[in-house]
């Protein structure tokens, strides 16, 4: 009886931390995959959805190289 | 006794179980002055790596990073201003994986956020841009 009760609270004690790790762990894959594409659009200009191969030439007036 | 015992077992087996899934539905912050310094800087720097991305000078690679891949489509006399150019992006990038995670309280996230923008960079580049597989060798999209 003491052994059983002994394994039933390592068991949970077990458990208890497995879920912790979980929780510690867990890393939102979809949310950083939308923050991510948000800061590409950011970065490489592609915000208005248009085609950006057609905006890049000559665009901005004064924009020399 | 045994039952109370089992009981709480349950109960803490259940408690660890509920609360990850709620977890993930929210947005990532990245309204930040630190990230929104990053991407300005990442993005004046754009149209500079927009060229050496299409003439397959530099790619992307697998880690989130960008590299140079072939330094002979670099003119000699250009060749360190690139590997500069190159440089400061992955500066700034390493500094935006770091950021994003510090800003949403998981600093341990870096390298999931990395792995995350590495996967992104690639799917959203143009056709043409060279990207690191998951063997390392280059690949032309």
């Known amino acids: 009886m003491a052994k059983l009760a002994c394994r039933a609270v390592l068991l949970a004690g077990a458990l208890t931390l497995v879920g912790c790790v979980t929780i510690n762990i867990y890393f939102p894959a979809a949310a950083a995959e939308k923050a991510a594409d948000r800061i590409i659009d950011e970065v490489w200009q592609l915000k208005n959805g248009a085609a950006p191969k057609a905006e890049e030439p000559g665009t901005a007036p004064g924009d020399k190289k | ?141």
Request: no cysteine.
């Open chain 2, 1 to 141: 006794m045994r039952t109370a015992i089992f009981f709480t077992a349950a109960l803490a087996a259940l408690a660890s179980l509920l609360p990850a899934p709620a977890l993930g539905q929210a947005n990532l912050e990245i309204n930040t002055p630190a990230i929104a310094a990053l991407q300005r800087s990442m993005q004046q720097r754009h149209s500079q790596l927009a060229s050496l991305y299409n003439s397959g000078a530099v790619g992307f690679t697998r880690d989130g990073n960008v590299a140079l891949r072939d330094a002979k489509a670099v003119p000699l006399a250009q060749r360190q201003q690139v590997n500069a150019l190159i440089a400061s992006e992955n500066q700034d990038r390493a500094a935006l994986y770091r950021e994003i995670a510090r800003a949403n309280g998981h600093p341990e996230w870096e390298n999931d956020i990395r792995a995350t923008f590495a996967q992104r960079w690639i799917s959203r580049a143009q056709r043409g841009w060279y990207y690191q597989n998951a063997s390392g060798a280059w690949v032309r999209k």
